[in-house]
């Protein structure tokens, strides 16, 4: 019985270990890479130096951090420092 339980253990553990490992979200075809919109943390990639990629905006709307949103919807997306952009931005 203590073998199940080491077993089960370490699974846990090994699932938990490759989970905090911060990638990419997967592709969306039906969704924009949309810049400048995501808060900190919430981020879906590309966050600048110092970060791994989804989640790890450290600033909410960085213009270097890009969120998937509905196609057609990014640039129209209004936040407290602009607009939302198909490409990355500034500040």
Do not use: E
């Not at 969306?28 to 919430?42: E, F, I, R, T, W």
Request: with cysteine; charged share 15%.
């Amino acid at each position: 019985m203590k073998i199940t339980h080491v077993a089960l253990a370490g699974a846990v553990a090994a699932l938990a270990s490759s989970a905090s490992v911060a990638g990419p979200a997967k592709p969306q075809p039906n969704a924009d890479k949309c810049y400048g919109v995501s808060l900190a943390g919430k981020n879906d990639c590309a966050a600048g130096p110092g970060t791994s990629c989804a989640g790890t905006s450290k600033r909410n709307y960085a213009g270097n951090a890009w969120k998937f949103v509905a196609k057609g919807t990014c640039t129209a997306i209004k936040t407290p420092k602009g607009l939302g952009s198909l490409t990355p931005k500034a500040g």
